[in-house]
């Protein structure tokens, strides 16, 4: 596979790296600092299409492909982490999802203002109980008429602050156990329905992360994603492609550690001499630029292969594997040489240390990617 960018590919990089440059990192000490949704952010990148990136053209989407997807999200990751997951979360949690498993109807009803960024989305999969094991769904849907009454609840959920539309699984026959999971539309604003207290992260504290609580909520029958009793199918794909934008925000997060590490090193002086001059120095950087190339090669190669129509179960588990822990790793480098000013706020590497790590733990642990992998090549 060729992975250099092509001309459009390039003029995406290169208006989303000064849309982040000059808009997004000014704002991100803040959005961490604060906790805060950057609505700011959000808006503006509506404006240039970022919010419907591989939506068609008839839904308002911008019809771009999935290497566009991964540079527009690891340039903004690069930025503010919490951005990035963001822009990730609401196309391929909540875009791609309808545009895959949606009735007409609903695409334009639902899809077509999450891809003109009017409004935003957001999965809804786990719950207390059911983390990993997404299948040990608690939240519940029993039909009366026309309409499906939802009860129970979900937590972590990326966007659930300002989201308007959210896509719910729940149990719809009970006995059947995993295949009796459906999924469910369901607007902001449903009687019964609830965005609850705001969780307090270590990290991508902007988020906007969630609980949601239904209390009999009545979704109409028309609202159900997909078939009846087969939204785990609907959840499992949709992860499948959401942890190539995890995989491409972990890519941003490292390189903003190299990149940091890089300045950092040529200008600290320690024995007469910048610590770059150091072999100790030199070998973490080396080892961070040489694994982060590694990184952003496995996810473009995800991408592609998402792009060609053919299946990319493994190639996305082994991006997000590998870019996450290699986020994580280079942020350690990074704080590591900052020294004692590392562990200080005064210093992104600090923030960059703290985003790393929910990237082995989101949308599949390292571990169940290494399952999903393992699946896959002993089969």
């Given at each position: 596979m060729d992975f250099r960018l092509n001309t459009d590919q390039k003029m995406v990089q290169d208006t989303v790296r000064s849309f982040a440059d000059k808009e997004v990192r000014p704002r991100a000490a803040t959005v961490d600092a604060e906790a805060r949704?950057?609505?700011?952010?959000?808006?503006?990148?509506a404006e240039l299409g970022f919010l419907g990136i591989f939506i068609p053209a008839e839904y308002g989407g911008s019809e771009l492909d999935q290497m566009s997807y991964v540079i527009i999200v690891e340039e903004l990751s690069r930025a503010c982490a919490?951005?990035?997951?963001?822009?990730?979360?609401?196309?391929?949690?909540?875009?791609f999802p309808l545009l895959q498993f949606g009735t007409e109807e609903q695409r334009r009803k639902y899809l077509a203002p999450l891809a003109r960024g009017e409004k935003l989305g957001a999965f809804a999969l786990?719950?207390?109980?059911?983390?990993?094991?997404?299948?040990?769904?608690?939240?519940?849907?029993?039909?009366?008429?026309?309409?499906?009454?939802?009860?129970?609840?979900?937590?972590?959920i990326t966007n659930a602050t300002v989201a308007e539309i959210f896509l719910v699984f729940c149990i719809t026959d009970p006995p059947a156990g995993v295949r009796g999971i459906s999924a469910l539309i369901v607007?902001?604003?449903?009687?019964?329905?609830?965005?609850?207290?705001?969780?307090?992260?270590?990290?991508?504290r902007g988020s906007g992360a969630c609980l949601l609580t239904f209390?009999?909520?009545?979704?109409?029958?028309?609202?159900?994603?997909?078939?009846?009793?087969?939204?785990?199918?609907?959840?499992?794909?949709?992860?499948?492609?959401?942890?190539?934008?995890?995989?491409?925000?972990?890519?941003?997060?490292?390189?903003?550690?190299?990149?940091?590490?890089?300045?950092?090193s040529k200008e600290r002086k320690q024995f007469g001499k910048p610590i770059a001059s150091l072999q100790a120095i030199q070998w973490m950087i080396a080892d961070s630029s040489t694994e982060i190339a590694a990184a952003r090669l496995l996810t473009y190669r995800a991408a592609a292969t998402k792009d060609a129509g053919e299946p990319y179960t493994m190639e996305a588990?082994?991006?997000?594997?590998?870019?996450?822990?290699?986020?994580?790793?280079?942020?350690?480098?990074?704080?590591?040489?900052?020294?004692?000013?590392?562990?200080?706020?005064?210093?992104?590497?600090?923030?960059?240390?703290?985003?790393?790590?929910?990237?082995?733990?989101?949308?599949?642990?390292s571990e169940i990617q290494r399952l999903v992998i393992a699946t896959n090549a002993l089969k």
């Open positions: 949704f950057p609505k700011e952010n959000v808006a503006k990148l919490a951005t990035g997951v963001i822009v990730s979360a609401h196309n391929s949690l909540a875009c786990t719950e207390p109980e059911a983390g990993s094991d997404a299948a040990s769904q608690r939240t519940v849907a029993v039909q009366e008429g026309d309409d499906f009454v939802l009860n129970g609840s979900k937590i972590f607007e902001r604003g449903m009687p019964g329905f609830e965005v609850g207290r705001k969780e307090d992260t270590l990290g991508i209390d009999n909520v009545r979704v109409p029958r028309s609202n159900l994603l997909g078939e009846m009793n087969k939204g785990f199918k609907v959840a499992m794909a949709t992860l499948d492609a959401g942890r190539i934008g995890i995989a491409a925000q972990a890519v941003g997060i490292a390189q903003a550690a190299l990149d940091a590490s890089v300045s950092y588990a082994q991006a997000k594997l590998f870019a996450s822990e290699t986020a994580s790793r280079a942020a350690n480098r990074a704080v590591q040489i900052h020294g004692g000013y590392g562990y200080t706020k005064e210093f992104i590497v600090e923030r960059l240390f703290r985003d790393a790590r929910i990237t082995e733990i989101y949308e599949g642990t």
